[in-house]
């Protein structure tokens, strides 16, 4: 038996003006069987945990180039 599936998450590469987005987001509706598409707007938790990602992985790859 085959697992069904009830909705797909597209994320996309960077955050873009709803002005922007919208023609992707009615490309979407256009697909066979998407009953709906919204867009969903950042917030501040989500720009600390991109920083936070981001910090980490300099670390990280500071000590990788450097050795520490």
């Known amino acids: 038996m085959t697992d069904r599936i009830h909705g797909i998450v597209v994320t ?3 955050d873009i003006r709803i002005d ?3 023609p992707t987001i009615d490309a979407i ?15 501040a938790e989500d720009h600390l945990n991109r920083m ?17």
Do not use: C, F, N, Y
């Not at 509706?29 to 917030?43: C, E, L, N, Y």
């Not at 670390?59 to 990788?64: F, S, Y």
């Open 12 to 14: 996309l590469d960077k």
């Open 20 to 22: 922007d987005a919208q």
């Open 29 to 43: 509706k256009q697909i066979k069987g998407v009953i709906d598409a919204r867009p969903v707007a950042t917030s």
């Open 52 to 68: 936070r990602v981001r910090t980490e992985l300099a670390a990280r790859l500071w000590e990788v180039i450097h050795g520490e």
